[in-house]
């Protein structure tokens, strides 16, 4: 893998990014690259102010808060982690655009997200979604409290078998080998799909026969990275119904939730599926988004 990437801003939530993307980049033995993304260039921002004085105190921490947050994002990954490849840079840049380019350029870019809370519905705001949705790197999004995970815990992986899964599950397995974690691989099927009309009643035998064939393809889908990663211990995992419920009620007690998301040609109001928004919103631990076709 490429160096890992994460986007600071002095936010708490960058800070919990932050650690796990150092821990992560150290687990991989590559490079942490920290980027703070500036909107508009601290210049112009005191130009606009207008010729009012010379800048005042608060003017000028406004010019050099995007050098004082990387300087203290990497004096932090430093202290935590001695010895790990770091460098840094502020990128003069839209926050989005910038983020989504330095993934391109990376094994991995990570981001922080809020809590969810009454008030706040959309916990990655105006940012953290259009990267994930456009970046084409997996983009972990790291909320804060969720940074430090129990040894242990596994990584937990939901697959779509009806689109291509390779790139999904490859990451979450060198996810589980590095951690030295257990892989919990899961999919959701629908009852209903096994019928042409909704009124139609489903027959125990048929669902029974349906729930057999959902999880020896997703054992068949399994076994080719089985067979590369023998040291992960995999449990395989299906079930009927709504996916978001059943992978956020199954991922409970992960310490990484990977999922996927389909790479498209053209932008989307929401350019993340709903059980990839669901998760992201809602699970309590760092969740990662692979891209793929």
């Given at each position: 893998?490429q160096?890992?990437?994460?986007?600071?801003?002095?936010?708490?939530?960058?800070g919990?990014?932050?650690t796990?993307a150092?821990?992560?980049?150290?687990r991989?033995?590559?490079?942490?690259?920290v980027v703070?993304?500036e909107?508009?260039?601290a210049?112009?921002r005191?130009?606009?102010?207008g010729?009012?004085?010379?800048?005042?105190?608060?003017?000028?921490?406004?010019r050099?808060?995007?050098?004082?947050?990387?300087r203290?994002?990497?004096?932090?990954?430093?202290?935590l982690?001695?010895?790990l490849?770091?460098?840094?840079?502020?990128?003069?840049?839209?926050?989005?655009?910038?983020l989504?380019?330095?993934?391109?350029?990376?094994?991995?870019?990570?981001?922080?997200?809020?809590a969810?809370?009454?008030i706040?519905?959309?916990?990655?705001?105006?940012?953290?979604?259009p990267?994930i949705?456009?970046?084409?790197a997996?983009?972990?999004?790291v909320?804060?409290?969720a940074?430090?995970?129990?040894?242990?815990?596994?990584?937990?992986?939901?697959v779509?078998?009806?689109?291509?899964?390779?790139?999904?599950?490859?990451f979450?397995?060198?996810?589980a080998?590095?951690?030295?974690?257990?892989l919990?691989?899961?999919?959701?099927w629908s009852?209903r799909?096994?019928?042409?009309?909704?009124?139609?009643?489903?027959e125990?035998?048929v669902?029974d026969?349906?729930a057999?064939?959902a999880q020896r393809?997703?054992e068949?889908?399994?076994?080719?990275?089985?067979?590369?990663?023998?040291e992960?211990?995999?449990?395989?995992?299906?079930a009927t119904?709504?996916v978001?419920?059943?992978?956020?009620?199954s991922s409970?007690?992960?310490?990484?939730?990977?999922?996927?998301?389909?790479?498209?040609?053209?932008?989307?109001?929401v350019?993340?599926?709903p059980v990839?928004?669901?998760?992201?919103?809602?699970?309590?631990?760092?969740?990662a988004v692979v891209?793929h076709?």
């Open positions: 893998m160096r890992v990437v994460v986007g600071v801003d002095g936010s708490p939530e960058s919990a990014a932050l796990w150092a821990a992560d980049a150290a991989r033995g590559v490079a942490l690259r703070y993304a909107d508009v260039p210049g112009h005191l130009e606009a102010a010729p009012s004085g010379p800048p005042g105190e608060g003017d000028e921490e406004l050099y808060w995007p050098q004082m947050c990387t203290a994002a990497c004096a932090q990954a430093a202290d982690l001695p010895g490849e770091i460098e840094s840079e502020v990128v003069e840049e839209e926050t989005v655009r910038a989504v380019a330095e993934g391109a350029d990376a094994g991995e870019l990570v981001i922080g997200s809020r969810l809370d009454r706040s519905r959309f916990v990655l705001g105006s940012v953290g979604l990267v949705g456009h970046a084409t997996p983009v972990v999004a909320r804060e409290g940074e430090q995970v129990a040894p242990g815990a596994p990584v937990v992986v939901a779509d078998l009806h689109h291509t899964y390779d790139d999904v599950l490859g979450a397995f060198e996810a080998r590095l951690r030295e974690a257990p919990r691989v899961l999919h959701a009852v799909a096994l019928y042409s009309y909704p009124s139609a009643l489903p125990p035998a669902v026969q349906a057999s064939g393809s997703l068949q889908a399994v076994r080719p990275r089985q067979e590369r990663f023998p992960v211990a995999v449990e395989v995992e299906t119904g709504a978001a419920p059943y992978v956020l009620d409970a007690d992960a310490g990484l939730l990977v999922v996927g998301r389909l790479l498209r040609e053209r932008r989307l109001p350019p993340v599926g990839t928004h669901a998760v992201l919103h809602h699970a309590p631990c760092p969740v891209p076709h």
